[in-house]
T-cell receptor, first 114, second 114 residues
């Protein structure tokens, strides 16, 4: 079965600094991969997804992620953090063995220091 | 405006009581999902439905029940058999429920036990 690992339950960066949130998945078959964002007490919103087209995927709010098959990674980056980026970020992978249901990482809370 | 609505925003349950969480969508999506979110654990799938009058158990279905009598509606009942129901419950939908599709989320219902 698929699994998703997000390294770091909390990541703290200064405003204007690079944001890097890590996601690794377990699969020998290229999967579908997603990054979602959740603001406090709200639902989740899609940031971007990988569906076997370009390996570098651009999303909303200036975020992008690169699919690296050799590293089974799909890390999320943003060149310059903004205070409004403070939220929790979830990586998910679709599991072909479970009717393509999403398997979720535990989430990473992004903290932006002024 | 198309979207997913969940009600109520907060719900209080007494011991031994069944409570029902509402989820409605006007996106004309076939697939709907219920997730449970606990701090530090990501999202866990409770039930999902890909077509009216049919649904499947997810990873943590025990103590929950659902119905799908209409395409637009997918209510979740938390029964008295669910001994630890305190959590944030998220409803989602997608077009047909296949692997690369985006899931769209409602704003969530927070369930608390009195």
């Amino acid at each position: 079965a698929q699994s998703v690992t997000q390294l770091g339950s909390h990541v703290s960066v200064s405003e204007g600094a690079l944001v890097l949130l890590r996601c690794n998945y377990s699969s020998s078959v290229p999967p579908y991969l997603f990054w979602y964002v959740q603001y406090p007490n709200q639902g989740l919103q899609l940031l971007l997804k990988y569906t076997s087209a370009a390996t570098l995927v651009k999303g909303i709010n200036g975020f992008e992620a690169e699919f690296k098959k050799s590293e089974t990674s799909f890390h999320l980056t943003k060149p310059s953090a903004h205070m409004s980026d403070a939220a929790e970020y979830f990586c998910a992978v679709s599991d072909p063995d479970s009717n393509y249901q999403l398997i979720w990482g535990a989430g990473t809370k992004l903290i932006i220091k002024p | 405006d198309g979207g997913i609505t969940q009600s109520p925003k907060y719900l209080f349950r007494k011991e031994g009581q069944n409570v029902t969480l509402s989820c409605e969508q006007n996106l004309n999506h076939d697939a709907m999902y219920w997730y449970r979110q606990d701090p530090g654990q990501g999202l866990r799938l409770i039930y999902y439905s890909q077509i009216v009058n049919d649904f499947q158990k997810g990873d943590i279905a025990e103590g929950y029940s659902v119905s799908r009598e209409k395409k637009e509606s997918f209510p979740l009942t938390v029964t008295s058999a669910q001994k630890n129901p305190t959590a944030f419950y998220l409803c989602a939908s997608s077009y047909r429920g296949v692997g690369e599709e985006t899931q769209y989320f409602g704003p969530g219902t927070r369930l608390l036990v009195l």
